[in-house]
T-cell receptor, first 114, second 111 residues
Framework: DAGVIQSPRHEVTEMGQEVTLRCKPI?????LFWYRQTMMRGLELLIY????????DSGMPEDRFSAKMPNASFSTLKIQPSEPRDSAVYFC????????????FGQGTRLTVV | GENVEQHPSTLSVQEGDSAVIKCTYS??????FPWYKQELGKGPQLIID?????GEKKDQRIAVTLNKTAKHFSLHITETQPEDSAVYFC??????????FGTGTRLTVIP
C-alpha cells in the first residue's frame, strides 16, 4: 500500500479563494482524521470520521471549514473563503477502528494564503 | 474531552546523552498512549506505544513509562544520535479512536 495520500503537497492561494484538500486513506482503514499543524498551536484535530460518518467536528474552527467523506477511499477538507490565518500544514491520518491501533499520517498539505 | 500537556517544548542534548520528554493527560478513561516522531517535511510516525495495563515498555534505545495514578507518561531516549533530532508528539486515546496530541517537543541532538 502506498500509505495515506494527500494532495496537493503545497497550495498557495489568494485570500478569499476556495481551497480543497484531498486525502486517500490506506485501503481497509475506516477511521480518518484531519489535523492542522501550526507553530503556535501544534497538532489540532479538526474532524474525524468512522466508517465515512463524521463523529466529532468540534475542532473545525469556523463555518468556513467543511469536510466530507463520500466513500471509504476519499475525503476532502474545504476552506471557503480562505484567510491568511488558515496558513498551516494540514494532515490526514487513518487507522482501523478498534482498540488502540496505530494511526498513519499522510505527508501533509502546506497551505499558504496570501 | 481529553487534554494532553507536553514538556519541554524544546530540548537540546549532546550526542550520547539521554533525552526525556514528559506528558500528562486529563481523562482517566484514556488507555492507549502512542508517541510519534515527525521529521522535517513529513507526517508524524509512530515510534512506540504503551497501553494502560503496562507500566513500562522498551524498544532498543527508546522506552516509555506510564503512571496511571498520576496520569503521567514519559519518553526516554538513551545514547542519543543526530538522527534522533525531530519533533516528538505524545498522544492519548479516550473513546473511539480519538487521538489527542500534545503540543510537541523539538529535540536537537548536538554532535
Amino acid at each position: 500500500d502506498a500509505g495515506v495520500i494527500q494532495s496537493p503537497r503545497h497550495e498557495v492561494t489568494e485570500m478569499g479563494q476556495e481551497v480543497t484538500l484531498r486525502c486517500k486513506p490506506i485501503s481497509g482503514h475506516n477511521s480518518l482524521f484531519w489535523y492542522r499543524q501550526t507553530m503556535m498551536r501544534g497538532l489540532e484535530l479538526l474532524i474525524y470520521f468512522n466508517n465515512n460518518v463524521p463523529i466529532d467536528d468540534s475542532g473545525m474552527p469556523e463555518d468556513r471549514f467543511s469536510a466530507k467523506m463520500p466513500n471509504a477511499s476519499f475525503s476532502t477538507l474545504k476552506i471557503q473563503p480562505s484567510e491568511p490565518r488558515d496558513s498551516a500544514v494540514y494532515f490526514c491520518a487513518t487507522t482501523s477502528l478498534g482498540i488502540n491501533t496505530e494511526a498513519f499520517f499522510g505527508q501533509g498539505t502546506r497551505l499558504t494564503v496570501v | 474531552g481529553e487534554n494532553v500537556e507536553q514538556h519541554p517544548s524544546t530540548l537540546s542534548v549532546q550526542e550520547g546523552d539521554s533525552a526525556v520528554i514528559k506528558c500528562t493527560y486529563s481523562d482517566s478513561a484514556s488507555n492507549y498512549f502512542p508517541w510519534y516522531k515527525q521529521e522535517l517535511g513529513k507526517g508524524p510516525q509512530l515510534i512506540i506505544d504503551i497501553r494502560s495495563n503496562v507500566g513500562e515498555k522498551k524498544d532498543q534505545r527508546i522506552a516509555v513509562t506510564l503512571n496511571k495514578t498520576a496520569k503521567h507518561f514519559s519518553l526516554h531516549i538513551t545514547e542519543t544520535q543526530p538522527e534522533d533530532s525531530a519533533v516528538y508528539f505524545c498522544a492519548a486515546i479516550a473513546g473511539a479512536n480519538n487521538l489527542f496530541f500534545g503540543t510537541g517537543t523539538r529535540l536537537t541532538v548536538i554532535p
